[in-house]
């Protein structure tokens, strides 16, 4: 497994140790590692949200054809397919970029969990294991106040994605119950893995959850001007329709 994630994880410790070299801080280090690797995925973000946004837009045109071809699947099928093209939209617009994502995520888990396996350099030795902030030693755990902090950022930017991904398609409210006890189950397992993970990895997800939690609020802002646009969009082509006739 790491062989695999090393990949990853190693070209990542480079980059680490290159920030370590600059700022001579290894707890620094991790924060400005972190919100590089968040802008990095940026775009991801943005792909990934106006897939969703698109997709909300287009819920009543799909639910009509569900519903006009629901003893029909072949029909039903050709039908979605128009209506994707029509709406220039495609389906796995907003799963590929939490695919690319999760790879990532393992491998900055990996490194940050056992540095010492992708970070070399003697100099970096003694970086693990310095103080930061109330932390005596980034290589061993913090007891509760870092995962308490990475519980509730988890928490809140769990929430969040929540919102932002909520289509009110069939298949979502069909599982908005096992979503909704994700969004308190999920946390918990975070604070409880950071009480016995290093430091530097709670540190990591904490900062990281944080940056979440303002990505999705502009996240949110730019769904709302896509629904805007969609709408407006719309009203034009219905007016359209009507001037033609």
């Not at 928490?155 to 969040?160: D, E, G, K, L, W």
């Amino acid at each position: 497994m790491y062989t695999i994630l090393g990949v990853i994880a190693k070209p990542m410790g480079l980059l680490l140790d290159l920030l370590y070299g600059f700022i001579g801080d290894y707890g620094l280090s991790i924060i400005v590692f972190t919100v590089l690797v968040k802008l990095c995925l940026y775009p991801l973000y943005i792909k990934q949200t106006k897939s969703t946004a698109i997709m909300s837009e287009m819920q009543p045109k799909i639910k009509a054809i569900q519903n006009k071809y629901a003893n029909n699947q072949e029909l039903m099928n050709i039908k979605m397919q128009e209506l994707y093209k029509e709406e220039k939209f495609n389906p796995m617009g907003g799963c590929l970029p939490m695919l690319i994502q999760m790879p990532i995520i393992m491998g900055l888990f990996a490194l940050l969990r056992n540095p010492v396996m992708y970070i070399t350099e003697d100099s970096m030795i003694f970086a693990f294991h310095e103080s930061f902030l109330w932390i005596k030693d980034l290589s061993q755990p913090d007891p509760w106040l870092l995962p308490i902090i990475a519980g509730v950022a988890t928490f809140i930017a769990f929430t969040m994605n929540r919102m932002l991904q909520d289509t009110g398609s069939a298949t979502l409210n069909q599982s908005a119950s096992m979503m909704k006890m994700m969004q308190y189950v999920f946390p918990i397992m975070i604070l409880w893995m950071a009480k016995s993970f290093p430091s530097g990895l709670a540190l990591y997800w904490a900062v990281s959850q944080i940056v979440q939690i303002g990505l999705n609020v502009h996240m949110q802002t730019l769904r709302n001007n896509i629904k805007r646009e969609q709408q407006e969009r719309r009203i034009r082509e219905e007016l359209e329709k009507k001037s033609r006739k």
